[in-house]
């Protein structure tokens, strides 16, 4: 509590604060002005304008980011869909390329048989396992049996995320829902 760190004559004191602070936030503190009536302590999580704690800012804050500066991040709209929490998680993870398909695995230093075990083909990644491995006859079958309409095929070049955006722009919400769901489901 800030209380704690100022004396009777409404003085920060320094001894106290020298203890805990370095030299540049100890002069960061001296230079705040302490009111002359008193105010009550409260809780204040400086890293957002209304006051409030998120995890996110204590990781970007952990991480040494400027949250301030900082641009949206392009998929916050998961968090909007309405689908079931461990959907949107999953998309989270897809969206950051952090599923833990064999591939992922191998560059994270583990020694997974990397092969795709559906086709025994190719390594399994994100792009592999849902755009290009012989799985991708789930999306046919899917469209054949009008569950989804997709009309927009992966291009060989696109990510997975690249292939979901454009996905999300030319799909209804109903569709996109449809489509999230069965991405899990692979």
């Not at 509590?1 to 805990?20: A, G, N, P, R």
């Not at 909007?80 to 560059?107: E, N, Y």
């Not at 290009?132 to 997709?150: F, R, T």
Request: proline share 6%.
């Amino acid at each position: 509590m800030v209380s704690h760190f100022i004396i009777d004559t409404k003085e920060w004191d320094v001894m106290k604060l020298k203890e805990l602070v370095d030299d540049v936030h100890l002069q960061l503190i001296l230079a705040t002005p302490i009111p002359s009536h008193p105010i009550p302590d409260s809780d204040y999580w400086g890293l957002l304008g209304n006051g409030d704690f998120s995890t996110k800012t204590a990781t970007w804050a952990a991480h040494g980011l400027d949250i301030k500066s900082s641009p949206s991040w392009e998929y916050s709209w998961i968090w909007h869909m309405d689908i079931m929490p461990k959907l949107k998680v999953f998309l989270w993870q897809l969206c950051h390329a952090s599923l833990l398909t064999r591939g992922t695995l191998l560059k994270c230093g583990f020694q997974p048989d990397a092969i795709c075990p559906i086709c025994n083909a190719n390594i399994e990644d994100m792009k592999h396992l849902f755009l290009q491995c012989p799985v991708q006859d789930v999306w046919q079958l899917a469209k054949d049996h009008n569950w989804v309409h997709i009309t927009m095929p992966p291009v060989s070049s696109d990510s997975v995320q690249i292939w979901l955006s454009k996905l999300r722009a030319s799909a209804t919400l109903a569709q996109f829902d449809r489509i999230v769901a069965l991405l899990w489901s692979i």
